[in-house]
């Protein structure tokens, strides 16, 4: 299976109010529940108000739009990742999934999926 790198680094954040989103920045995830409205984005885009805010971490993304009655895709990459000690944020578009990790785990991300027989390109 073909990965693509995204050689950006992202925050993973909390704000108080979307109101103020810049929706035409590349690479804004949104999510809203009743208790919170949480935002990855771009460190550049974080916004100056956000309430909490976690920066490092490092993203990619399976190549093309998965149809969605493939299962374990994401479940797969989740477990070869956890068996190795390192921990993900994971995000699921309408096409693809990104999965984030923290900076310093990105490149051994990377050399193990790719021994696993992961294609990691670079964007």
């Given at each position: 299976?073909?990965?693509?790198?995204?050689?950006?680094?992202?925050?993973?954040c909390k704000?108080?109010?979307?109101?103020?989103?810049k929706?035409?920045?590349?690479?804004?995830?949104i999510g809203k529940t009743k208790e919170e409205i949480s935002l990855?984005?771009?460190t550049e885009n974080t916004p100056?108000?956000?309430?909490?805010r976690e920066d490092g971490w490092r993203a990619f993304c399976i190549d093309?739009?998965?149809?969605?009655?493939?299962v374990g895709i994401l479940s797969k990459i989740s477990?070869?990742?956890?068996?190795?000690?390192?921990?993900?944020?994971?995000?699921?578009?309408f096409n693809t999934d990104y999965i984030l990790v923290k900076n310093e785990n990105f490149n051994k991300a990377i050399t193990i999926l790719e021994n696993e027989g992961y294609t990691l390109a670079r964007e």
């Amino acid at each position: 299976m073909l990965l693509k790198r995204i050689n950006k680094e992202f925050t993973v954040c909390k704000v108080a109010s979307a109101d103020d989103l810049k929706l035409d920045n590349d690479f804004y995830f949104i999510g809203k529940t009743k208790e919170e409205i949480s935002l990855v984005c771009l460190t550049e885009n974080t916004p100056s108000d956000a309430v909490a805010r976690e920066d490092g971490w490092r993203a990619f993304c399976i190549d093309g739009e998965l149809d969605f009655s493939l299962v374990g895709i994401l479940s797969k990459i989740s477990g070869i990742l956890a068996d190795n000690q390192i921990g993900i944020f994971a995000i699921s578009t309408f096409n693809t999934d990104y999965i984030l990790v923290k900076n310093e785990n990105f490149n051994k991300a990377i050399t193990i999926l790719e021994n696993e027989g992961y294609t990691l390109a670079r964007e």
